[in-house]
């Protein structure tokens, strides 16, 4: 019952026409990727991407292969997005794996779905302490040879990074976005059912995020040093041997079926999906499949 009280508070009607699907990509095979912005063009950053096509590499998905690089603390790697105002609810298949078998190479090798808070930080304006992003991706984390998910969450650059235990191959990945609470779903090939993976609660009033792609690897070829996140942002280690690639057969957007009503005391008395009490049973159920 409270749970319905704080709803009706909270939310909107459901979500009806979706605004959003314009914004789908199957991932179908081009030369080019169309509408999708690339963080390092965007901002100025150098070009971590080792090796991006669509179709060609893997038939009907895009093949995404980065460079030493990573998403942490004040850290950038690749990153393809759509910029979106508002609540969302967006899902990928995706696969991470290496050139030869079906785990990568090295260790935080992973992919996925991340929604960053846009800021002003350029490569020639750049200052610490302003990235603020979540994510949910698939591969392998600091242990080499364990397949894992890794959700984190980042605030003014302090990341806060949860991994679990999950298998290899097409695995699908959710983020939604209801208000100031997000949340992070996987759903293994086959299986009926998402899993809750991470929620977060922040907040953040400003109504854009950047969301789409992200897939970052390490290489044993780079020396282990103090992180320095501008000097490490500005180089790339264009040499540093690496075997990682993501595969994404499709990602797909909509609105999510709760909708957030545009009121930023709603959102910090009465938003249910920022309660701790809220099993991850009802999240789903609220959420819908």
């Not at 895009?62 to 998403?71: C, K, R, T």
């Not at 059912?193 to 009033?205: A, G, L, S």
Request: net charge negative; hydrophobic share 40%; aromatic share 8%.
């Amino acid at each position: 019952m409270r749970c319905l009280l704080l709803l009706s508070a909270l939310l909107g009607p459901a979500a009806g026409a979706n605004d959003l699907a314009s914004l789908d990509d199957e991932f179908d095979a081009r030369p080019a990727l169309g509408e999708w912005t690339l963080f390092h063009q965007a901002f100025g950053w150098p070009d971590k991407i080792k090796h991006l096509d669509i179709g060609r590499t893997t038939p009907g998905a895009l093949n995404l292969q980065p460079q030493h690089s990573a998403w942490v603390r004040d850290l950038n790697a690749p990153f393809l997005y759509r910029e979106i105002s508002g609540d969302f609810d967006v899902r990928s298949r995706v696969r991470v794996r290496g050139a030869e078998g079906a785990v990568p190479g090295g260790t935080w090798s992973l992919g996925g779905l991340m929604a960053r808070v846009p800021n002003r930080s350029t490569a020639e304006q750049w200052q610490p302490r302003r990235e603020n992003w979540h994510f949910v991706t698939t591969g392998v984390g600091h242990v080499a040879g364990q397949p894992m998910t890794e959700t984190k969450g980042t605030y003014n650059s302090y990341s806060s990074l949860k991994l679990r235990p999950f298998g290899t191959g097409w695995v699908e990945l959710r983020l939604v976005r209801v208000g100031m609470a997000l949340v992070a779903m996987v759903r293994a090939e086959g299986d009926a059912q998402w899993q809750v993976r991470d929620r977060w609660y922040r907040m953040e009033n400003n109504p854009a995020m950047q969301v789409g792609l992200i897939a970052y690897t390490t290489s044993d070829d780079v020396a282990p040093a103090p992180e320095d996140a501008e000097r490490i942002n500005r180089q790339r280690e264009a040499d540093a041997r690496t075997d990682m690639m993501l595969e994404v057969d499709w990602i797909r957007f909509r609105r999510p079926a709760l909708a957030a009503v545009p009121d930023w005391y709603a959102q910090v008395s009465a938003n249910p999906l920022a309660d701790t009490g809220l099993s991850d049973a009802e999240v789903l159920r609220l959420l819908g499949d």
